[in-house]
């Protein structure tokens, strides 16, 4: 039985809220498309984009860090943009196993033009920037719960085996 008094087998789709979440990010990637392959960078490319126009010059896991993404996903999307013509990657001088990254004169150019589609969604979106604000936190709020309780059973001991029925 859960919270609201559903019983387990009764849940479907609509009850729950990771699918409705999952389901809102599709919809933005879809929303995004059409004015982010007129720029020829994927959502994902935007999102690098914004982090380095917020703070420029940082390393590969600094970056892999705020977007919740691992190095091994990143590093490819990285090297796009770099050939791209939008970043540029360097060694660290202090400490060479770092990778340094920053935004280009035309990554700076494209970042801008991909921030407007941001504005010309936003326009067609029902809800005020108020609530907007507040549905933003409420999910960054969630996703940190999240991520901590996940921090937490990785480092929990692990449990006994459940006995098979019957024995």
């Known amino acids: 039985m859960t919270r609201d ?19 809102a990010s599709n919809a933005f990637s879809r929303a995004y498309r059409p004015m982010l392959d007129q720029l020829q960078i994927t959502y994902a490319q ?3 984009l914004v982090t380095l126009g917020a703070a420029d010059d940082l390393t590969v896991g600094e970056i892999g860090e705020r977007l919740f993404l691992e190095s091994n996903t990143l590093t490819p999307l990285l090297k796009r943009l770099e050939a791209a013509g939008f970043v ?5 001088a202090n400490d060479e196993r770092q990778v340094r990254v920053r935004l280009t004169e035309r990554g700076r150019a494209i ?12 326009e067609h979106i029902p809800q005020g920037l108020d609530d907007m604000a507040s549905l933003r936190g409420q999910v960054t709020a969630l996703r940190d719960a999240l991520t901590r ?7 929990a001991p692990p449990r006994p085996p459940i006995p098979a029925a019957g024995l």
């Open 5 to 23: 008094g559903l019983k387990t087998e009764e849940i479907g789709l609509e009850d729950l809220l990771c699918f409705a979440l999952y389901s």
């Open 46 to 48: 935007y999102l690098v």
């Open 88 to 92: 540029e990657r360097r060694r660290d």
């Open 111 to 122: 970042r801008g033009e991909a921030c407007r589609a941001t504005l010309t969604l936003a």
């Open 149 to 155: 309780s996940a921090t937490e059973a990785r480092n």
